[in-house]
Each structure stands twice: as structure tokens, then as C-alpha cells.
């Protein structure tokens, strides 16, 4: 039996800009520091329209003036707002074991990632979820929601608006 001892070349990400697309970015209202990908698609001129404007989750490998390295992982742009919060805590975890990545410890298939992050955990006996923060209306970069936008979402509708609603259907049936 021939055991390989040469190491896995690193694998490969396709980047680059999409065909007849832009990538461009629209600052946020409540935080304009942070940027919102969108994609501008062109539409071929015959069409007589503007271009459209839709949201881009390609991340940064889109981006071309993201500098992509697979050994050194994706920015970390969230975690200085997730200490501000200081509701967690990075705590040492388990080694990672070869079944974590789908391999048994003799394949060798992949590298192991050389940059390991410290998992997190709560401080306290609150949930740290994107869900418990959405219901305390926690404000937070990321989500730009406002109290007074949640609690009109929460409030029931009127009686007046109920009886209008009601007079608007009975109307439309008959």
C-alpha cells in the first residue's frame, strides 16, 4: 500500500466580478460605517429601463478589491461588536478531531485550517441568539430596527381599522 505523504494543495475559490453585474454598496442609515452589498445588474439597453438594483450575498469573494486567502480565513468584522456587548465570553473548547472535517486521521484529504478562532459562550442566563435580541429590540449594527417600527408591528389593529378591513372584504364579494 502507497501512503501519500505529499500535502493537499489548498483548494481553490472562484472570485472575481459576475458577468453584467456590479458590485456596488449602500451605506446604512442608523450606521453608515457599515456597507450593504448590492449587485447592480444592466439591462440591455433595448429594454429602455434603468439598471436593477438587488442585494448581493456572494460575500467578498465578488469583491474585487477583497484580497482573498483561504489560510488566513474571511474578516471578522462582527467581533468588536459582539464584545461591546458583553453578554459572552471565548472560552478554550474541544481539539478539533479529523470526523470534524468528514475524514478519517489517516486520508490526509484535507489541511487542517491553521487559524482557529475561540468558540463563545453566554455570561449570563439570557439566550445570545439573533431571535432574543430581535424580541429585546436590542439595538445593534447589524440590524437597523427601529422600537417604534416593532411596536407598531406588535400592536393590534384598531377596532376602526378591524370594522374597515371587515366592510372592505364584504364589499369585494359581492
Known sequence: MTINTTPPELPRVT??????????????????????????????????????RVYDASGPYTDAEAAI?????????????????????????????????????????????????APRRATGDRPVTQLAYARAASSHPKWNMSRSARTWAATPPSPDRATAKASARRSRTT
Request: net charge positive.
Open 69 to 117: 486567502d483561504t489560510a488566513t480565513g474571511l474578516p471578522r468584522p462582527r467581533e468588536a461588536w459582539i464584545d461591546a456587548r458583553g453578554d459572552t465570553e471565548t472560552y478554550e473548547g474541544r481539539r478539533i478531531r479529523p470526523e470534524d472535517n468528514g475524514r478519517d486521521g489517516a486520508s490526509g484529504k484535507l489541511r487542517p485550517f491553521p487559524r482557529a478562532h
Open 15 to 52: 472570485t472575481g466580478p459576475l458577468p453584467a453585474s456590479t458590485k456596488v454598496w449602500k451605506a446604512g442609515t442608523l450606521h453608515p460605517d457599515i456597507r450593504v452589498p448590492m449587485r447592480e445588474i444592466a439591462l440591455h439597453p433595448s429594454a429602455g429601463e434603468p439598471n436593477v
